[in-house]
């Protein structure tokens, strides 16, 4: 009795985990696709460029995988990622010199950070997550943005950022 039982566990788990990577996935490293440079971006470079942000071919691998990025990107913002019905990966040197509100741990993690006190150059993923309906807006508010966006330091997977320009 206890085979069949610890058999059924093990085959509702299993049915239970695809389940949950059709819904959610988890993606190992290898089945992820991330585009690197501003040429093979799907962002509106002029947008981001009103918004302060320039993207720039990175010259490096990044030190934290994009599945890693993933998970601090969706524990960090879960109410504007868990109902995205497609992702896109970016990797990038980022600069934008506008954005200083960095949090204590991106700055204890990220010793370029915490001395420039700016993101110059940073290696960066953006995640670009299709939603719905952007979360975090008045209700009653009209309003057309279907993506949101968020920036992780590719040094860290501390997540910096988050925006939504369409």
């Known amino acids: 009795m206890r085979k069949v039982v610890l ?9 239970s985990l695809l389940v949950s990577v059709t819904v959610l996935p988890s993606p190992s490293d290898a089945s992820i696709p991330v585009f690197a440079g501003p040429q093979n971006s799907a962002h509106d470079l002029k947008s981001l460029a009103d918004m302060g942000m320039r993207l720039e071919i990175p ?33 990038h040197l980022l600069t934008n010199n506008s954005f200083k509100l960095f949090s204590e741990e991106a700055l204890a993690k990220n010793p370029k950070l915490k001395s420039e006190n700016t ?17 975090g807006l008045p209700t009653g508010r009209q309003d057309t943005r279907k993506e949101f966006n968020v920036v992780v330091d590719a040094t860290t997977g501390v997540p910096l950022y988050a925006f939504s320009y369409r």
Do not use: M, W
């Not at 691998?61 to 990966?89: C, E, I």
């Not at 110059?120 to 952007?134: A, F």
């Open 7 to 15: 058999a059924c566990l093990v085959v509702i788990l299993s049915f």
């Open 59 to 91: 010259t490096e691998n990044a030190a934290v995988s994009p599945s890693v990025a993933l998970q601090n990107a969706n524990k960090t913002f879960p109410s504007s990622t868990r109902n995205s019905t497609d992702t896109r990966f970016e990797y």
């Open 119 to 135: 993101i110059d150059k940073l290696p960066v993923y953006i995640i670009s997550y299709k939603v719905g309906r952007v979360a």
